[in-house]
T-cell receptor
Framework: EAGVVQSPRYKIIEKKQPVAFWCNPI?????LYWYLQNLGQGPELLIR????????DSQLPKDRFSAERLKGVDSTLKIQPAELGDSAVYLC?????????????FGPGTRLTVL | GDSVTQMEGPVTLSEEAFLTINCTYT??????LFWYVQYPGEGLQLLLK?????DKGSNKGFEATYRKETTSFHLEKGSVQVSDSAVYFC????????????FGTGTQLKVEL
């Protein structure tokens, strides 16, 4: 069974440019998470989806970040415009559901460098 | 709010040495506790977990016991191998938190021959 797929794996852009990250969760997983991991830090939750609904986006900087999961399967995270401080690894994870402490499975991440 | 504190790295050990990585947490209620491992170039993988006090999680020779009285979940392994070299993250999922994981900063382990 395929794991969580993310693309691209690496992205280098100049500041003020837009960027988008794509995630395809494990088949059948209803819950999808986007995490931000700064260098030398643990991941921090940005947004959680239950099917196509964003049920926890309290940590998402909504002035420049947006996300969507239109059909309740794959998801896109966008930054527009990117700032130098956005350089980090963006992780996607999925789980069967948000109840019962279901195990989260993580993708390899997208490493973003903003110049 | 919820938080996880783990020992800073890097931790460098010789092969077959005993490993301890300390982890303490702050949370209300009864969180579930996890150790995740991140090998170079790969995503986070769940190593072990414990969902209630005094539970012991174990996997691949690693163990951790949920100690509510000391709010700790220390990771141990009796004999490390070079292949255990990775970054280890302690994390919690709070009660009623929608399965949101709160991570520590990670501890890099380097095992040498």
């Amino acid at each position: 069974e395929a794991g969580v797929v993310q693309s691209p794996r690496y992205k280098i852009i100049e500041k003020k440019q837009p960027v988008a990250f794509w995630c395809n969760p494990i088949s059948g997983h209803n819950t999808l998470y986007w995490y931000l991991q700064n260098l030398g830090q643990g991941p921090e939750l940005l947004i959680r989806y239950e099917n196509e609904e964003a049920v926890d986006d309290s940590q998402l900087p909504k002035d420049r970040f947006s996300a969507e999961r239109l059909k309740g399967v794959d998801s896109t995270l966008k930054i527009q415009p990117a700032e130098l401080g956005d350089s980090a690894v963006y992780l996607c994870a999925s789980s069967l559901s948000w109840t019962g402490r279901n195990e989260q499975f993580f993708g390899p991440g997208t490493r973003l460098t903003v110049l | 709010g919820d938080s996880v504190t783990q020992m800073e790295g890097p931790v460098t050990l010789s092969e077959e040495a005993f490993l301890t990585i300390n982890c303490t947490y702050t949370a209300t209620g009864y969180p579930s506790l996890f150790w995740y491992v991140q090998y170079p170039g790969e995503g986070l993988q769940l190593l072990l977990k414990a969902t209630k006090a005094d539970d012991k999680g174990s996997n691949k020779g690693f163990e951790a016991t949920y100690r509510k009285e000391t709010t700790s979940f220390h990771l141990e392994k009796g004999s490390v191998q070079v292949s255990d070299s990775a970054v280890y993250f302690c994390a919690l999922a709070a009660t009623g938190g929608g399965n949101k994981l709160t991570f520590g900063t990670g501890t890099q382990l380097k095992v040498e021959l």
